[in-house]
C-alpha cells in the first residue's frame, strides 16, 4: 500500500529546514502539506540542521577572491564607504539611480561601495555570510564605462550592479554551481545575462547557492556549496536557516550587497530564501523567462527570476530580463514593451481585488495581519478549503529531467575542457576527494543514476502533475472568482511550480525568534504584472521589512 506523508517545507528540498515555534506567529503547518509518496522520499532529509560540518569553503580563500579587485580599491576608503551609506543603504534603484543623477556618487563609486561592504562581511570573520562565491574581474572597468556612456540610459537597470547566482553562465567567470566538479566551467553568456548587459546592467559577480541547485545531497544544509561553503542568515547567523537553493541570492541582497540578484528556481528556491531574508522574491510563469545557460534540474519547471529588496525593484529587474529565447524550449513572446511591469506600479490597487486564504493558514498571526492590511486596501479575502491533490512522482519527474537535461548543458553550454557529462561521470568525480567534494554524500544523485523510468513515464509524470497544481488553483479560483491565491513562504511552491504560474513573495514580518516571514501571492499564467502590483500594494502598507541589524 502506498503511504504518504507530509514533507518538511516545500515538497523536499530548497527550504528552510528550522521550525521554530513562536507564539506570536505560530506556523500551523511544517512549511508544506504538499502530499507526495513516500518511496519518492527516501533519499531526502528532513533534519533540522544546527550544526554544519562544513562551514567556511575548503576550495576558496578570501584572498583569493578579491586578489584582482583590491588593487582597484585602494582609492575607496572606510571614509568613503561611511559616506555614502545613507544614499545607498536599503535604497530601491529609482534612488539610486535619483541619488546619481544629482552627483551624490557615480556608477564606479556605487560599485566600490558594494564591493567593499562584500569584502567587509561576507567572508571570515565573526559576521560572515559566504554569500558571494566570486567577483566579476572588470566589474570596477565596467562601472566607469556606464559612468562614461550614461547618456546612453534608457532602463533603470542601466549602471546596477547585480549578482547572478552562479549556475547561470557568465563570461568572464566560471559557473560551477556550488561543484568542485565545475570550478574551471569557464563559459559564454547565458542568455538571460544578455538581457541585463543590453540594458546597461553591471554584473557584479556570482552568489553562492545549495549546490546543484540542492539537488544533489539531500542531507546536507540549505546554502551550502563545496565550493562556496555553507551560507548563513544575516537575520540569525546558525540559527536561521537561509532557505534554498538561491541561499547566496537572497542573503546578499537582504544584507545589501549588490542593487539586485538572480536567483533560480524549481520548486521554491526562489520563494524560499527571498521569504527566510525578508526580501521580494519572483518566480515567474515558466518560459517567460530564459533557462538556457542556466546549469539545470528539470527543464519542465526550471526558471530564473529576480530576488530584491523591494517590489519595484523587482519589477525593474523582471522587465529587464524576460524576452523570447529561441534555444529555450518554453519560451514565451510576451510581446510586451519595456516598462510594462514597473512603469505603473506606484498607481496599483487591489480595491475590489479577491484573494483566496486557505483556511489551515488563519492560524498564523502574521498572516491574518496581512490579511488585515490587504482588507484595509480594500481587498476582499475568502477564505477557502483546499483541493485534496496530491504530487505523485515529483521526485522522479526531477530524477528523469535532470538525467537527460544535465548532459544537455553540458554538451551546449559548458566549457567544452570540462570533460563529464553524465550524472555517473560526475558521481565518479566526487568520489576521488568525497571530503571537500560531498561532505554530506549525494544520495540524490545516485537516485537519479537509479532511476530507469523511460520517456513514456515521465511524460505521464509531467501530464498528471500539471493537471493536478492547475485543478489545485483554478478550481477555488472559478468557484469563488478569485483574483488571486494568498500562502505563506513557500508553502505552495510544489503546485505552483507543476502548474507552471507565477509566484512572488513580500516581507510580511518577523517571527519571535527573528525569523523573517513572507506574504507570497500566487496567480494563473503570464500574471506577474497583477502579482507585482498587490504585492506593491502591500509592501507599502505594511513596511515590514526590517535590515538585518548586525550588517548596518
Known sequence: MTRYIKLFLLLFIFSCKDNPKSEEARPPINESETIVEEDDLSAISTKDFREFKVLDSKVITKDEIWAKINPQMEDFTESDYNAMK?????????????????????????????????RKFDRENDLSLNSVISINPNVIKEAKEADANENNLNHPIYGMPILLKDNINTSGMVTTAGAVALKDNTTNDAFIVKQLKSKGAIILGK???????????????SGYSAVGGQTLNP??????????????????VSANFAA????????????????????????????????SGVVPISSTLDTTG??????????????????????????????????FYYEDLKKASVNGKRFGAPKRLLEDTLYVKALDVLKAKGAVIVEIEEEQLGLPNFLRLLNLDMKKDLPAYMEGYANKDVAMRTIEDFMAFNL???????????NLFIGISEDKGDATFLERIKDTLKTNGRQYFDTPMQAQNLDGFLSINNYHAGFAAVAEYPALTVPMGYQDNGRPMGLTFISGRLREKQLLEWAYVYEQASKTRIAPKNYN
Open 235 to 252: 537575520y540569525g547567523r546558525r540559527i536561521i536557516d537561509t532557505g534554498g537553493s538561491s541561499s547566496g541570492s537572497g542573503v546578499s
Open 260 to 291: 539586485a540578484a538572480i536567483g533560480s528556481e524549481t520548486s521554491g528556491s526562489i520563494l524560499s530564501p527571498a521569504s527566510s531574508n525578508s526580501i521580494v522574491g519572483l518566480k515567474p510563469t515558466i518560459g517567460l523567462v530564459s533557462r
Open 432 to 442: 576521488k576527494d568525497s571530503l571537500i567534494a560531498m561532505p554530506y554524500g549525494q
Open 207 to 221: 552568489a553562492n547557492l545549495s549546490e546543484w541547485a540542492y539537488f544533489f545531497c539531500g542531507d546536507c544544509p
Open 86 to 118: 545613507v544614499w545607498v543603504m536599503e535604497e530601491d534603484i529609482p534612488s539610486i539611480q535619483g541619488w546619481i543623477a544629482n552627483g551624490k556618487y557615480s556608477y564606479e563609486e556605487l560599485v566600490k561601495f558594494y564591493l567593499y561592504r562584500i
Open 306 to 339: 529576480p530576488m530584491t529588496k523591494t517590489v519595484i525593484d523587482n519589477a525593474i529587474v523582471l522587465d529587464a530580463i524576460f524576452g523570447p529565447d529561441t534555444s529555450d524550449s518554453k519560451t514565451i513572446d510576451a510581446l510586451l514593451d519595456n516598462g
